[in-house]
């Protein structure tokens, strides 16, 4: 059994902080740079229970049971969380002409506070295995331990401790549904970049309170790979640069830096992008990238591999922990 606890690295990490804190000395106008707090230790065993839990429904497709089953759990898990939560049920149109049954799920703490941060992840899962090495899997639909559940657990866990542990400011965990209806590779027709978010460019256009607004967003997308490692995504970038600065600063502060490289990752179509560009939030995408991989998303990716076995606990913790540090330190 791996050793999750991050107390042996408490001590570097305090090490840092005091350092970066020094560092004004000898400036008559001293812009203080804060020093942060080191956030509450994020339960990475509850993290992957909550992954678990999700995965136990069975694929969580559009217009199935396991869906609407999973989806009216994780409404009950934030309620028992004490979180405020929204719903934004509606039917949508898939690429394909089928009409969806949409449930976005909001769990909102301090909902009166006008400061916000925003956590988000997809749970639903994808209709089909469309990046499977065997053709024969290409209409099966996946697990998405990862590619889903992953972010959506580290959610949980999150609500779990802002239930413990109140944040000065206010935090809404956005589970956005039908992130992964997009058009499948076997399709001989049009792809359409619009065929994916459906739930994130529903609620970019309509949020769930009005004039509901946000400092910023952080996207969780496959955060629960072992080999994960998370460059920073063009778009991203381009249109939060600052968050991710922020984001990857706080995880080489923490000791986790290795899984944060500050390099550039490519460019992803994701549930970020309608909270950017339709919303106007600046939001960055935690998303993956394997450089060495046939997929750059990484060998399970769309494939029906992409099940609970290939979930790794010492990525939930290292994710968990950087979103810990950052909304425990948002004044
Ligand atoms: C595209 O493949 C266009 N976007 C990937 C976004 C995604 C799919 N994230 C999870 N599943
Ligand atoms: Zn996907």
């Known amino acids: 059994m791996k050793n999750l606890s991050f107390k042996y690295f408490l001590p570097l990490v305090l090490g ?129 331990a990862d590619d889903g559940a992953s972010g959506v657990g580290i959610l949980l866990e999150l609500a779990r401790q802002l239930q413990m542990q109140e944040t000065t400011i206010g935090i809404d965990l956005i589970c956005f549904d039908l992130e992964d209806y997009g058009t499948p590779q076997w399709y001989n027709g049009q792809h359409d970049e619009n065929s994916w978010c459906l739930g994130s460019q529903y609620w970019s256009r309509r949020q769930h ?51 944060f490289p500050k390099k550039d990752g490519g460019g992803v179509t994701d549930d970020h992008i309608p909270v950017n560009n339709i919303a106007r939030i600046p939001c960055i995408d935690i998303i993956p990238n394997y450089p060495n991989s046939d997929s750059s998303f990484g060998p399970v990716w769309h494939t029906v591999n992409d099940n609970f076995s290939n979930i790794d606990k010492m990525t939930l913790k290292v994710v968990g922990q950087v979103m810990m540090q950052v909304i425990y330190n948002e004044k």
């Open 16 to 144: 840092v902080l005091v350092a970066c804190g020094n560092s004004n000395k000898g400036s008559e106008q001293t812009e203080v740079e804060e020093k942060d707090i080191m956030a509450p230790e994020f339960n990475a065993d509850s993290a992957y229970a909550y992954v678990k839990a999700q995965c136990d429904f069975g694929p969580r497709i559009p217009n199935s049971q396991a869906h609407t089953q999973c989806g009216e759990w994780l409404v009950s898990k934030f309620k028992e969380f004490g979180a405020t939560v929204y719903e934004q049920k509606d039917k949508v149109r898939g690429w394909d002409g089928t009409i969806l049954d949409m449930h976005n799920i909001i769990a909102s703490y301090k909902p009166e506070t006008k400061k916000r941060v925003i956590i988000c992840a997809h749970w639903d899962s994808r209709p089909w295995a469309d990046n499977d090495s065997d053709d024969k899997n290409h209409h099966t639909p996946i697990d998405g």
């Open 209 to 259: 309170v009005d004039g509901y607004n946000a400092r910023f967003g952080i996207l969780l997308d496959m955060v629960g790979n072992a080999n994960a490692r998370f460059y920073q995504e063009y778009f991203s970038k381009r249109l939060a640069g600052n968050i991710v600065n922020k984001v990857w600063k706080k995880a080489h502060d923490i000791g986790v830096g290795v899984y």
